[in-house]
T-cell receptor, first 111, second 114 residues
Framework: QKEVEQNSGPLSVPEGAIASLNCTYSDRGSQSFFWYRQYSGKSPELIMFIYSNGDKEDGRFTAQLNKASQYVSLLIRDSQPSDSATYLCAVNFPGANNLFFGTGTRLTVIP | GAVVSQHPSWVICKSGTSVKIECRSLDFQATTMFWYRQFPKQSLMLMATSNEGSKATYEQGVEKDKFLINHASLTLSTLTVTSAHPEDSSFYIC??????????FGSGTRLTVV
């Protein structure tokens, strides 16, 4: 069964802190992993994607992938109130051309 | 690049009527588009995969006769909610992929059936 698991939160961090968002997935053969941000009432927007084990950095965002543990995370450094949103982890499972989404983690950055 | 336009952004319709939602890839050709539905405080649920020039593939539990999908060109897919009922009220989002580097979402359509 194809599953993507996320802690629904809410996760609250003070402004300037590091927010850590976690995601696990069911299929060890998965190759593509995506993090989306969704503001209330809006559609998801892509933050970054990762394919290889290790870290991938883009500005204040770092995605971390550990395929052996079937775990992918997103770190947000220097969190800002504008980062307050729901963060969706998505996985492209083998044999499927669509994305499977977790339920999302709601992040609140407190000024 | 990779812009997906979805229209309308919101619509209110009477129960029993039909509503058509359009999804266009503006700067790339999308052989495959995806239609999702999202209820409040829930994640995106894939409804169907729309393939250009062929019939859509529906997920289990999604009524193909109620949610009509047409993908007549490489840049346009439409979702028609037929005989809409209040329980069809939801946020409908389309998505398209250029391949390789992610899936771009349309801005979504908020459907309210009264």
């Amino acid at each position: 069964q194809k599953e993507v698991e996320q802690n629904s939160g809410p996760l609250s961090v003070p402004e300037g802190a590091i927010a850590s968002l976690n995601c696990t997935y069911s299929d060890r053969g998965s190759q593509s992993f995506f993090w989306y941000r969704q503001y209330s009432g809006k559609s998801p927007e892509l933050i970054m994607f990762i394919y290889s084990n290790g870290d991938k950095e883009d500005g204040r965002f770092t995605a971390q992938l550990n395929k052996a543990s079937q775990y992918v995370s997103l770190l947000i450094r220097d969190s800002q109130p504008s980062d307050s949103a729901t963060y969706l982890c998505a996985v492209n499972f083998p044999g499927a051309n669509n994305l499977f989404f977790g339920t999302g983690t709601r992040l609140t950055v407190i000024p | 690049g990779a812009v997906v336009s979805q229209h309308p952004s919101w619509v209110i319709c009477k129960s029993g009527t039909s509503v058509k939602i359009e999804c266009r890839s503006l700067d790339f050709q999308a052989t495959t588009m995806f239609w999702y539905r999202q209820f409040p405080k829930q994640s995106l649920m894939l409804m169907a995969t729309s393939n250009e020039g062929s019939k859509a593939t529906y997920e289990q539990g999604v009524e193909k006769d109620k949610f009509l999908i047409n993908h007549a060109s490489l840049t346009l897919s439409t979702l028609t909610v037929t005989s809409a009922h209040p329980e069809d009220s939801s946020f409908y989002i389309c998505s398209a992929s250029r391949g390789g580097d992610g899936y771009t979402f349309g801005s979504g359509t908020r459907l309210t059936v009264v």
